[in-house]
């Protein structure tokens, strides 16, 4: 089990940037993956950007060429670079961590931190 605390939300305008951080409690070099996902009101929560151990990266296809996320693993730190923001990016943002053992998924989650983008 891993701690995960999200940081780096607020207000923005439609165009600016924003990074999240999201530090863990221990080290992230054993976790197979890390990721953010955000949750609109009204709305499912989504996956927007995951990087494995290997660094290998996925995003969803609205935030592609917009966001980019990377990792420290000597900081146990995730980031998410947001650019070109969107009305349609506000949400509550949470990182997660995901942790294979054999057959078993665990995942662990952050409290989240609240991205709004006006117009």
């Known amino acids: 089990q ?4 999200e940081s780096g939300g607020g207000l923005v305008q439609a165009g600016g940037s ?17 990721g953010w996902y955000r949750q609109a009101p009204g709305k499912q929560r989504e996956l927007v950007a995951s990087i494995t151990s290997g660094s290998r990266t996925n995003y969803a ?17 995730v980031y998410l670079q947001m650019n070109s923001l969107e009305p349609e990016d ?22 989240g ?7």
């Open 18 to 34: 924003l990074r999240l951080s999201c530090a863990a409690s221990r080290s992230i070099f054993t976790i197979n993956a890390m």
């Open 61 to 77: 296809d609205s935030v592609k060429g917009r966001f980019t996320i990377s990792r420290d693993d000597a900081k146990n730190t």
């Open 90 to 111: 506000t949400a509550v943002y949470y990182c997660n961590a995901r942790t294979l053992w054999g057959n078993e998924v665990y995942d662990d989650w952050g409290q």
């Open 113 to 119: 931190t609240q991205v709004t983008v006006s117009s």
């Open 2 to 5: 891993v701690q995960l605390v």
